[in-house]
């Protein structure tokens, strides 16, 4: 029951953040918006992994929380300067 | 048949399948979770929830990119500590804890990162911030030197 209840509200989260990114004024809350998102998404597959029980799913939040911290990264950087690294 | 036609059956069977999947939810014979029979595991992942979604409408409510980074960076800290921290005492008995720690560092580490990184490159691009009757930007004097630094480095 509780984690029905933590799936939809992560799932109303998500459809927030969306809005947020497909209307942004600034490409500043898109990017902030999309960090929000794959956040959203690491901590919803670890709440899937709590409902089913299948830990493996555990690797697949580690891989998306690290894909999402080097997209921020990098998208910022880019935005900032128009190129990545040197 | 008209598309609305089509629509609102469609949308009729989609409420149906929803009822059903409820009433099968309520029913004896689901599945157990790895959440049940810890209650300080769901009360913290409850919490966790409700800041996560005070995030999102703080995303949506707030009126420009730095309020929204607040929102976006903070709340999402405070929620993935419950979510993580209650997925770590109810996976306890099982294999999971040691992996579900290991991405709430990685988290904790990485999250305020993002948002300083959204924030810096924000700011020294120069996107419009949220002004009322006697707002003062701290950081005008230090704008120019701040940006050749960003240039340079």
Redesign the interface.
């Not at chain 1, 990017?31 to 830990?55: E, H, I, P, Q, S």
């Not at chain 2, 990485?110 to 996107?127: F, V």
């Given at each position: 029951m509780v984690i029905d209840i933590a799936i939809v509200s992560l799932a109303i989260s998500g459809a927030l953040a969306t809005y947020r990114v497909l209307r942004g004024p600034t490409w500043g809350d898109r990017v902030t918006a999309f960090d929000y998102l794959t956040v959203n998404l690491a901590v919803m597959v670890v709440v899937v992994a709590l409902r089913t029980g299948f830990t493996p799913l555990l690797d697949a939040a580690l891989i998306i929380s690290i894909l999402g911290f080097l997209s921020t990264v990098a998208l910022a950087r880019y935005l900032l300067r128009g190129r990545v690294m040197r | 048949m008209t598309t609305a036609r089509r629509l609102g059956r469609r949308l009729a069977a989609l409420a149906a399948l929803a009822g059903g999947g409820m009433a099968a939810?309520a029913g004896p014979e689901r599945?157990?979770?790895?959440?049940d029979g810890h209650p300080v595991a769901?009360a913290l992942?409850?919490l966790?929830?409700?800041f996560?979604?005070a995030?999102?409408?703080g995303?949506?409510r707030f009126p420009d990119?730095y309020t929204?980074?607040h929102a976006?960076?903070k709340l999402?800290t405070l929620?993935?500590l419950g979510?993580?921290a209650?997925?770590a005492i109810?996976?306890y008995p099982?294999?999971?804890t040691p992996?579900?720690l290991?991405?709430a560092a990685?988290?904790f580490l990485?999250?305020p990162?993002?948002?300083y990184?959204?924030a810096?490159?924000?700011y020294?691009?120069g996107?419009?911030w949220y002004q009322e009757d006697g707002s003062v930007d701290d950081w005008q004097a230090l704008g120019s030197e701040a940006q050749a630094s960003?240039?340079e480095s």
């Amino acid at each position: 029951m509780v984690i029905d209840i933590a799936i939809v509200s992560l799932a109303i989260s998500g459809a927030l953040a969306t809005y947020r990114v497909l209307r942004g004024p600034t490409w500043g809350d898109r990017v902030t918006a999309f960090d929000y998102l794959t956040v959203n998404l690491a901590v919803m597959v670890v709440v899937v992994a709590l409902r089913t029980g299948f830990t493996p799913l555990l690797d697949a939040a580690l891989i998306i929380s690290i894909l999402g911290f080097l997209s921020t990264v990098a998208l910022a950087r880019y935005l900032l300067r128009g190129r990545v690294m040197r | 048949m008209t598309t609305a036609r089509r629509l609102g059956r469609r949308l009729a069977a989609l409420a149906a399948l929803a009822g059903g999947g409820m009433a099968a939810a309520a029913g004896p014979e689901r599945a157990p979770s790895a959440l049940d029979g810890h209650p300080v595991a769901q009360a913290l992942v409850l919490l966790g929830c409700v800041f996560l979604l005070a995030a999102a409408v703080g995303l949506v409510r707030f009126p420009d990119v730095y309020t929204r980074l607040h929102a976006a960076t903070k709340l999402v800290t405070l929620g993935g500590l419950g979510i993580f921290a209650g997925a770590a005492i109810a996976f306890y008995p099982m294999d999971g804890t040691p992996r579900v720690l290991l991405i709430a560092a990685f988290f904790f580490l990485t999250a305020p990162l993002s948002g300083y990184m959204i924030a810096r490159s924000a700011y020294l691009r120069g996107l419009p911030w949220y002004q009322e009757d006697g707002s003062v930007d701290d950081w005008q004097a230090l704008g120019s030197e701040a940006q050749a630094s960003a240039q340079e480095s």
